[in-house]
């Protein structure tokens, strides 16, 4: 199955400085990829996709995420955090056929933003 | 408003009592999903349906079973729930089964197995 890891479980970060959090995935297939973002005690909300078409993807609140063959990465960054961007985020994979393209999430990456 | 409904929105449970999570989408999907949510491990697949009529075991099954006899509804039932059973449940939902269009979850709800 493919899979994706996190590499930072927390990152810390200053208001109106650049974020970066890393996703590194797993696949046999040509992977549809998305970043998905959590606010406390509230539903997914989807970020972005990247479903082959162009490698760098532009989502919403001035995210965006750049897919890597070579480096198998789909790091998702914004040139300036904001206090609102505080959240859990979630590098996803779409599964093979076999499991009906169900989502497969990354352990996730709780971003703090700071003053 | 187009969209998923979860219900209930959270539930204290004893342990060994049998519980079904309800979900209903009106946005005539195929493929549904239900995931639980653990802090650490992201959320996990546990069972999905491709299209009504049908439905597959995900990563974590064990303890779960769900039935999708019409397109709307994909109910997730504990036959006899346990502790580690306590998570934040969340159903989805796809347009396709065949790739990977874009997914709606719902709200979730609240498990807490004592």
């Known amino acids: 199955a493919q899979s994706v890891t996190q590499l930072d479980s927390h990152v810390s970060v200053s208001e109106g400085t650049p974020v970066l959090l890393r996703c590194n995935y797993s696949?046999?297939?040509?992977?549809?990829l998305f970043w998905y973002v959590q606010h406390p005690n509230k539903g997914l909300q989807l970020l972005l996709k990247?479903?082959?078409?162009?490698?760098l993807v532009k989502g919403i609140n001035g995210f965006e995420a750049e897919f890597k063959k070579s480096e198998t990465s789909f790091h998702l960054t914004k040139p300036s955090a904001h206090m609102s961007d505080a959240a859990e985020y979630f590098c996803v994979v779409s599964d093979p056929p076999y499991s009906g393209y169900a989502l497969n999430f990354g352990k996730g990456t709780s971003l703090l933003v700071t003053p | 408003i187009a969209g998923i409904t979860q219900a209930p929105t959270s539930q204290i449970l004893a342990a060994g009592r049998r519980m079904t999570l309800r979900c209903t989408q009106d946005m005539r999907h195929n493929a549904m999903y239900w995931y639980r949510q653990d802090l650490g491990l992201g959320l996990r697949l546990i069972h999905y349906?491709?299209?009504?009529?049908?439905?597959g075991k995900g990563e974590v099954p064990d303890g779960y079973s769900v039935s999708r006899a019409n397109t709307d509804d994909f109910p997730l039932t504990l036959a006899s729930a346990v502790p580690s059973q306590t998570s934040v449940y969340f159903c989805a939902s796809s347009d396709s089964a065949f790739k990977a269009a874009g997914y709606t979850f719902g709200s979730g709800t609240r498990l807490t197995v004592v």
């Open positions: 696949s046999s297939y040509s992977p549809s």
């Open positions: 349906s491709n299209t009504a009529g049908t439905t």
């Open positions: 990247y479903t082959s078409a162009a490698t």
